[in-house]
């Protein structure tokens, strides 16, 4: 078998196919916030939290808002440390400890001060907050790829903030110019 293709993926969005086999990931949009010969790490950003607002967050870690942010959805950013709390947000926001610059319009913060500064009105707008991320080791994302797992699109601030979480996987798949009628969970060979 060959090896897969070397690519950076850092800010675009994986789409999940139809038929992928694992649930956790069924109609999945994600954006790749690193990517690099040691791995990759996205967040999903179309799948709600079961029962789980940003104020009932904030109250477990004693953070004190009462802005309209309480009733802010969480999302599931993926099967890995779930427990771990993610914010993905616009670029221009930084945070005084550390911020990961995703693409230009893309940033990722995943210290407490950026909740603390959500909850008082000055934090990033527009912003996701997020438990868990989705992770690939080397070669893992390529090879899942190669196998019709998943399909690549552009990311935008319109897809990712502006967009209802129940329509961004058509949404991403509409991006490509693709019916998504037409999809298949099976790879093509030649």
Known sequence: MAEPQKMNLTGALLVAMPGMGDPRF??????????????????????????MALGDLLDQLDITCATRLRQQQVHFGGPVETQRGFVLHGADYRSRL???????????????????????????????AMLGYAGWG????????????????????????????????????????????????????A
């Open 26 to 51: 069924d109609r999945s949009v994600i954006l790749i916030c690193a990517h690099s010969h040691e791995g990759a790490m996205g967040l999903i950003v179309n799948k709600p939290a079961p029962e």
């Open 98 to 128: 550390q911020t990961l610059d995703v693409t230009e319009a893309f940033a990722m913060t995943a210290t407490l001060d950026v909740l603390e500064d959500m909850a008082i009105g000055q934090g990033p707008e527009p912003a996701l």
């Open 138 to 189: 080397p070669g893992q994302l390529e090879s899942e790829i190669a196998r019709n797992d998943w399909l690549t699109a552009a990311s935008t601030p319109k897809l990712v903030f502006g967009t209802e979480d129940d329509e961004k996987w058509l949404a991403a798949v509409r991006s490509r110019g693709i019916d998504p009628l037409g999809l298949s969970g099976e790879a093509g060979r």
